[in-house]
């Protein structure tokens, strides 16, 4: 069956898009001031900031990103939500009435609010603005990978597009639309996810895969028996031994799915490219995995499947030892000539395994713990470091209701994050996982049910895209209008001047974006967050910290933190094995070093700079000092 671009689907995204239009119209003649383009003017309830908080922070990594890692590496997927989810502890308790009582409209007034010096308004908003855009790369990543789909389009036009729709919203009626298109789609999100996961739980377990609406789950084109491996890959096609019987190479823009059944006869899976897909020419992949044995069932119960099961029960029985469940590996081999091919493939493992750490995240040697600790530094201090989230305190009217939203966004994220672990393993088990893109593990499970489920859970991740990508613009923007033109360039803007250059700004930073989504196609979402959430906490975090609380941190510490946390994320990150393997194209062994994530050097290295500096400076520096 090829989804692209039914009726449904584009019907019920071309309604979201108007909505979504509609409600930056309406709301855009609040945007007249500074403080209603940035701030929303002060004048959002508590309860509406905390869902809209809820829907600036589950971004693409949340939904699709998270549900994806959890479908293909289980419970190290899982480790993300509680990693995403931790770091509100410290925005609940550190930074929530704090940012609210010294900020204005940006991140960059909360740390400058004593000092009103020139070098932390540069490097405060220089900060925003790179890790708005290292965050941006996921969601716009996300954004096309959702719109190939749901429309038919390419991956770059539907980056195009998201970019072109989110800058619309921003240079409309900023803040107070993005508010609102964040509450919606945070509510939706909310409610369409229990609802997906509750029909999980009513088809139950079975060793029959679900199939797609219209497909026998029959490959659809046989290779005689007679065709040699040989002959085949003389006519262009790639074939290799793995430890798996199904096997997908990876070349340029062909993917080719082969696999071999018992009477020795080669079997076309998939094709895309220079061929068909699903015997359709660039139709969808053709999603794969499921549960092979269901512990304590017999071979006809668990073909029968168990009918409704409850949460309990299903976690149950996915983790009993007995149970096997097909999962999906990974790993990079390189021909004769040097070029490289991704091979997936195949591999049965037992239900304890699938819900135990260190698929991903191995913690055998010594650079591996390094790692795992600096990824979870990185997710659990990046959350209360991140721009577009720190301006969400400034919408509300004051530091009390600060602290509610965050309470508000809590619960709701909290119980999202729940529903990511039903949704992830639910696509592992039901036939709906797509191992060149696990990205769209969650949309598939919802086609599994029917085209209509489908085109709204789609159409909802796009929105939760739009909300994410509007936000950090906004922040974006922000930065480059109030903190570098007007505070930072004195230009002593007027309100009408300082909302004209946010919307210039708006477009400058959504066209960056547009073209780094497109150069960073096919990795997973929550990998790159990861990179975000790490330069945040390397960064912004520090300096928040410490100017709460330690009175001897000066305006040179701060400058120097926030520097050192930038050049020393981005450096690690640029010279490591991930950048060297992905878009650099080489091979991960000849990366500078073996850290795959920062944060475990960059945020020690940035509080380190801020106290030597401000010691150094504190008897020179006449600015004012000291705690919130």
């Known amino acids: 069956m090829n989804l692209h671009g039914t009726p449904l689907s584009i019907v019920i995204f071309s309604l979201f898009v108007a909505l979504v239009l509609w409600l930056s119209w309406f709301f855009a003649r609040k945007a007249k001031s500074a403080s209603g383009y940035y701030a929303a003017g002060g004048q959002i309830h508590w309860a509406v900031n905390g869902i809209s908080f809820a829907g600036d922070y589950l971004s693409a990594a949340s939904f699709l ?23 509100w502890v410290v925005a609940l308790f550190v930074v929530a009435e704090p940012m609210k009582r010294m900020g204005k409209f940006t991140f960059t007034d909360a740390l400058d609010a ?12 220089v900060s925003t603005l790179v890790v708005s855009i290292c965050y941006l790369i996921p969601q716009m990543n996300g954004a096309g990978t959702l719109v190939e789909p749901l429309l038919g389009l390419p991956h770059w036009a539907g980056v195009i597009l998201v970019g072109a729709i989110v800058i619309t919203i921003v240079a409309t009626a900023g803040m107070t639309s993005t508010t609102y298109v964040q509450f919606l789609k945070g509510g939706l999100l909310l409610v369409f996810s229990t609802i997906l996961v509750v029909m999980v739980l009513a088809r139950g377990l079975g060793t029959a895969p679900a199939s797609l609406p219209g497909e026998d789950g029959r490959p659809l084109l046989e290779i005689p028996a007679q065709a040699s491996e040989a002959s085949l890959a003389a006519d262009g096609h790639v074939l ?13 823009e062909e993917i080719s799915w082969w696999k071999r059944d018992a009477d020795g006869v080669l079997w076309q899976a998939q094709w895309r490219g220079k061929g068909l897909v699903n015997g359709e020419a660039d139709g969808l992949l053709r999603p794969v995995g499921r549960l092979r044995r269901i512990g304590g069932l017999d071979e006809a119960e668990a073909a029968r499947g168990t009918g409704p099961v409850g949460p309990v029960r299903f976690l149950a029985l996915l983790t ?3 149970t096997r469940i097909e999962q999906w590996h990974q790993r990079t081999v390189y021909g004769a000539g040097g070029e490289k091919y991704s091979v997936h493939y195949p591999h049965a493992v037992t239900g304890t395994e699938q819900m135990r750490p260190g698929v991903k995240f191995k913690v055998g040697t010594t650079r591996e713990k390094l790692n795992f600790v600096s990824l979870m530094m990185a997710l659990f201090f990046g959350t ?49 996982v797509n191992p060149a893109d696990n990205n769209m593990s969650a949309p598939l499970l919802a086609l599994s049910f029917g085209g209509v489920l489908f085109a709204v859970i789609s159409a909802i991740a796009f929105a939760t895209v739009l909300g994410t990508v509007a936000g950090l613009i906004v922040a974006a923007s922000g930065a480059v209008a109030h903190d570098l033109m007007d505070r930072f360039g004195r230009m002593d803007l007027s309100e ?11 477009f400058g930073v959504g066209i960056v974006a547009i073209v780094l989504g497109i150069v960073f196609r096919g990795v997973n979402v929550s990998f790159l967050v990861g990179w975000a959430f790490a330069v945040a ?5 520090p300096a928040i910290v410490m100017l709460l609380f330690w009175k001897g941190t000066t305006a040179q510490g701060i400058v120097a933190s926030i520097i050192v946390g ?7 990150i640029l010279t490591g094995p991930e950048m060297f393997a992905g878009p650099y194209g080489l091979r991960a062994e000849d990366a500078w070093h073996p850290l795959g994530q920062p944060g475990i050097i960059s945020i020690p290295l940035s509080f380190l700079a801020l106290v030597a500096v401000s010691l150094l400076t504190r008897r020179r520096s006449a600015a004012p000092v000291g705690g919130a």
Request: positive net charge; glycine residues 12%.
């Open 65 to 87: 990103g998270i549900c994806g890692m959890i479908a293909t590496l289980g419970y190290d997927g899982f480790l993300y939500s509680i990693g995403y989810l931790a770091g």
């Open 114 to 125: 004593k000092f009103d010096h020139r070098g932390i308004k540069l490097a405060a908003a």
């Open 240 to 252: 290799a031994h793995t430890a798996g019987d199904l096997l997908q190479f990876l070349r340029g």
């Open 320 to 322: 009993d030892p007995e």
């Open 384 to 432: 209360a470091a991140l721009p577009h989230i720190l301006i969400r305190y400034y919408t509300v009217p004051s530091p009390a209701c600060a602290r509610k939203s965050t309470i508000v966004a809590i619960a709701a994220i909290g119980s999202f994050y729940v529903l990511t672990l039903f949704m992830g393993l639910g696509a592992a088990i039901n036939g709906t």
């Open 496 to 506: 009408a001047r300082k909302v004209r250059a946010g919307k210039i700004a708006a």
């Open 537 to 541: 906490a390397s960064a912004n975090l």
């Open 566 to 572: 930038i050049v020393a994320a981005l450096g690690i």
